[in-house]
């Protein structure tokens, strides 16, 4: 009887040793796949150079040519190599158009450089003139001459109005690698008309050949909506065959920023001959808002129809070059157009 007891003992810590090493082993080989998949995420996002990224794409997405002449304006460039120092004159404006309805204009210039927008500077409001002239010098510091060449000076011309809010009249943008601005260098610029400003997001496509990969990197300076005082943004990345959702993914929701670090990658299986018939959408979320999730601004890449042509290049090149991480900048659309029509 002893023994029988001794031998139920023994066999039943054998099966306890066994069941925690199975359970072990199991727990282990997940701990492993998860390991695995975070890691290669990771070495995913730290081989993409997400700094190195041109800007010169995105300019044709946020100036439209106006169907009326908006007026010029005269502005000059220098950059002091020594100094680190971009000096930017804003001299004066021609020809602004009426923006009272009471014959005036009260304008005022906004300058900065994206797509960082760290540094921005604005002048004194000119009352009641279309031709105003400020002469007043800014000066961008610790900008070296690599990353002064990736950047867009951007000048925003608006009318100050005291009641309602101030009008926008029109801008210009200068990408900085065309010249060193050595010297003074003058631009007398028309004024174009500046798309919604709902913010910016920056994303890295590859495409492997049977593979899809998306990395949302950041977004900058996204808009907050309505009476709301904060973003929690989020973003929602799908893959479309015509209407129907292939797959759906969310990236983490960021709290009270409007210039989110994502850093996500979703992966998104695709036979070769497939890759044409689908469209990647890409929407940025805002869950602040009371209820659902608002939309703050939207992407759509494929190639046929695309919201514009920093998306337009950026799926190009991802299809004609396997393999390689293809980063770019995008302004967020507010409204869906695709080929000029609208959508949503
Ligand atoms: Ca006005
Ligand atoms: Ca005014």
Request: glycine share 6%.
């Amino acid at each position: 009887m002893l023994l029988l007891v001794a031998a139920l003992v023994v066999a039943a810590v054998v099966a306890m040793c066994m069941c925690w090493c199975m359970f072990g082993c199991a727990r282990g080989k997940k701990e492993d796949g998860d390991d695995v998949t975070q890691t290669r995420a990771k070495d995913y996002f730290e081989t993409v150079d997400t700094e190195d990224v041109s800007y010169m794409d995105m300019c044709s997405d946020i100036l439209k040519t106006p169907s009326q002449f908006l007026g010029e304006l005269t502005f000059s460039v220098l950059y002091d190599e020594t100094g680190a120092t971009l000096k930017v004159q804003v001299t004066e404006a021609q020809s602004l158009p009426d923006c009272d309805e009471q014959t005036t204009c009260d304008p005022y210039v906004k300058v900065t450089l994206l797509p960082d927008r760290g540094q921005q500077f604005r002048t004194k409001v000119i009352k009641n003139r279309f031709s105003p002239r400020w002469l007043e010098t800014f000066s961008f510091k610790g900008l070296s001459k690599e990353k002064m060449r990736k950047q867009v000076l951007q000048l925003c011309v608006y009318d100050y109005d005291i009641i309602t809010r101030d009008d926008p009249i029109g801008a210009v943008l200068l990408p900085l690698c065309e010249y060193d601005f050595k010297e003074w260098r003058v631009f007398t610029e028309p004024l174009k008309l500046a798309a919604q400003d709902c913010g910016d997001l920056q994303t890295a496509l590859r495409w492997n050949g049977s593979t899809l990969t998306v990395l949302i990197t950041k977004a900058a300076h996204l808009r907050i909506q309505g009476f709301n005082l904060k973003l929690d943004p989020y973003v929602l990345v799908s893959v479309k065959h015509g209407s129907k959702t292939i797959k759906k993914y969310q990236t983490k929701t960021m709290r009270n920023t409007s210039s989110p670090q994502f850093k996500e990658t979703f992966i998104f299986g695709l036979e070769q001959d497939q890759l044409s018939e689908h469209t990647l959408f890409i929407e940025v979320m805002d869950s602040s808002f009371i209820g659902k999730g608002r939309i703050i601004g939207r992407l759509v890449l494929s190639e046929h129809c695309a919201t514009g042509v920093s998306e337009k290049n950026q799926w190009h090149e991802m299809v004609t070059s396997p393999g390689q991480s293809i980063v770019r900048w995008h302004r967020l659309k507010e409204e869906l157009r695709i080929n000029g029509r609208k959508v949503v």
